[in-house]
């Protein structure tokens, strides 16, 4: 019987090793980040991300419900650090959008870095604006997303 006692102490701790290691493994964060979304879900963007490093040409892409188009599209712009547009132009939808489901978009910004020596020059926005000819204010609707400059 005193043979085998060492054995069963040393496999008891092997287990409790095992079984303790598992447990505080930290979780690693999912490599793809995720999408983002204004606050009815109306809008999702998927590239570029929040606070993603970004360079000329920047490519938008996305869904959005066929609200949000005007003859098959809506605008968007990319602002510095100041709010000054230093680029403009049109998402475009993929498919119909005459409807009230998703609609899949792509846009492509050139622009030149505005990025300088001081750190918050790095800084900047890209806005997604829901077309609205009728103007009226109820209708309006956005998304801005931070962005870094190279």
Not at 69 to 76: G, K, L
Not at 95 to 119: C, G, H, I, R
């Amino acid at each position: 019987m005193r043979w085998y006692s060492p054995l069963i102490v040393i496999a008891l701790v092997a287990l409790a090793a095992f079984i303790y290691s598992g447990v505080n493994q930290p979780q690693i964060p999912p490599l793809t980040p995720s999408p983002i979304t204004d606050s009815n879900d109306s809008i999702i963007v998927f590239s570029p991300t929040k606070d993603e490093v970004i360079s000329s040409p920047l490519v938008i892409t996305g869904k959005a419900r066929g609200q949000w188009f005007f003859e098959a599209s809506f605008p968007v712009a990319l602002v510095n650090w100041d709010g000054l547009i230093i680029a403009k132009g049109l998402a475009e939808a993929r498919n119909d959008w005459m409807t009230n489901e998703y609609v899949l978009f792509k846009a492509v910004l050139s622009f030149f870095n505005p990025a300088m020596e001081q750190d918050f020059t790095h800084r900047g926005a890209l806005i997604l604006k829901k077309d609205n000819p009728s103007g009226l204010p109820a209708n309006d609707a956005s998304l801005e997303i931070p962005v870094k400059f190279k």
